[in-house]
Nanobody, 121 residues
Framework: QVQLVESGGGLVQAGGSLRLSCAASGSFLSILAMGWYRQTPGIERDLVANIRSDGSTNYADSVKGRFTISRDNAKNTVYLQMNSLKPEDTVVYYC???????????????WGQGTQVTVSS
């Protein structure tokens, strides 16, 4: 079984910073990509940022220039550095990993439990 454990959420004032972490553990061959999504109640989860195994990244337009995603392959961990936070960034953030368990096998998608980020004005 594969688990994603998130940490780093919390309460911060507008203009402040937070760093989210997500560590993958369990039995798998490789992690193809990891990313962060956010979800407003009643709305689908939207991509915030993701990073592939080759280091390439994607960002939502709303966070470009403010958020930075990075990855420590040795620790199977992805980070999201969030700077210049705005009240509209208040939402639950979820980590996602795309994982291959065996050579040539299918890929599997796993989600973390979510971490709340609250930005006060």
């Amino acid at each position: 079984q594969v688990q994603l454990v998130e940490s780093g959420g919390g309460l911060v004032q507008a203009g402040g910073s937070l760093r989210l972490s997500c560590a993958a553990s369990g039995s798998f061959l490789s992690i193809l990509a990891m990313g962060w999504y956010r979800q407003t109640p009643g709305i689908e989860r939207d991509l915030v940022a993701n990073i592939r195994s080759d280091g390439s990244t994607n960002y939502a337009d709303s966070v470009k220039g403010r958020f930075t995603i990075s990855r420590d392959n040795a620790k199977n961990t992805v980070y999201l550095q969030m700077n210049s936070l705005k009240p509209e960034d208040t939402v639950v953030y979820y980590c996602k990993a795309l994982i291959r368990k065996q050579t040539g096998g299918p890929t599997y998608q796993y989600w973390g439990q979510g971490t709340q980020v609250t930005v006060s004005s």
